[in-house]
């Protein structure tokens, strides 16, 4: 699907566990555009041990953001490789004003922008059984849940065969803490697109494959009205 142009975005903004992840995987494919996800990227240098990994480490630990410019740092490197100038799927970024200032300029440079931000909308209260309950594929970084969406093979990533393992920062308490950073911290970023009318609420707190339904019709039919959050 041809929604996204040369050095264009789609954001894919929600809170911890609203399932950004899970939608980004399939939605990247139908866009034909690869899926950048903070998150993933961060836990990849970790796995590497490389200095910025371990600079992130104690914050993701806690559940905090990782300072900007590391995160900018690690989102930049990865939107330079050739497969992301055509157009990219971001998957939890940006989550701080600051870094939605530094992608529109960065952006703008290259005469792309955010060509359209979507927020999936989940109840606080849904957060923590979808967090207790996820699983992840050390390969991929694909996401399970015991419950809403266990795998075929108990144990295996049904996309690359992979161990799956519970992430250190879904432990109740951590995600207490996300939750709270993301109210304070990334709440305004939403603010912020609903205001330059690009931004749209795509109800999250049904079925995955509902949920999937509604997220192609959004970017199949990009121009209604946003809605304000
Ligand atoms: P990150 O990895 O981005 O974590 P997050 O935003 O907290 O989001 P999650 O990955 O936990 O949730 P998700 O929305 O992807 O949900 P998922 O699809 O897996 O960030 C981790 C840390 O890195 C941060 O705390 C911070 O320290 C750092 N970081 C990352 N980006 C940063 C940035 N830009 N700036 C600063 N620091 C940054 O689904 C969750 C579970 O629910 C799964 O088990 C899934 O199977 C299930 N599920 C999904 N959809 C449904 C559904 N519709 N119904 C039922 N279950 C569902
Ligand atoms: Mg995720
Ligand atoms: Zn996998």
Redesign the pocket.
Same mark, same amino acid.
């Given at each position: 699907m041809g929604l996204l142009q040369h050095d264009q975005v789609l954001l894919l903004l929600?809170a911890? /566990?609203?399932?950004? /992840?899970?939608?980004a995987r399939f939605l990247a494919e139908t866009l034909g555009v690869p899926h950048v996800?903070? /998150?993933?990227l961060?836990r990849e240098h970790r796995e590497r041990g490389t200095a910025l990994g371990r600079a992130a480490q104690g914050?993701?630990d806690r /559940?905090?953001?990782?300072p900007d410019d590391l995160?900018l740092d690690v989102i930049a490197d990865r939107l330079d490789q050739p497969d992301a100038t055509r157009g990219a799927l971001l998957?939890?970024?940006?989550?701080?004003v600051a870094?939605a200032q530094a992608l529109d300029a960065r952006l703008d440079q290259r005469g792309g922008g955010v060509r359209m931000a979507v927020y999936i909308d989940v109840p606080t209260e849904a957060l923590v059984d979808?967090?207790a309950?996820?699983w992840l594929c050390r390969g991929c970084q694909t996401?399970?849940?015991t419950e809403?969406?266990p795998p075929a093979v108990a144990n295996a990533c049904d996309v690359c065969g992979g161990e799956l393992y519970q992430r250190p920062?879904d432990k109740r308490e951590v995600v207490a803490n996300?939750v709270a950073v993301y109210l304070s911290d990334t709440l305004p970023v939403i603010d912020r697109y609903a205001s330059q009318g690009i931004l749209h609420c795509v109800d999250?707190n049904?079925?995955?494959d509902a949920?999937q339904e509604s997220l192609l019709e959004v970017v199949a039919d990009p121009e209604p009205e946003a809605i304000a959050v």
């Open positions: 929600g911890p /566990g609203a399932g950004k /992840g899970t939608q996800a903070s /998150g993933d961060l914050y993701m /559940g905090d953001l990782v995160v998957d939890g970024f940006p989550r701080t870094q979808r967090l309950g996820r996401s399970y849940h809403f969406n920062d996300r999250g049904r079925s995955i949920v």
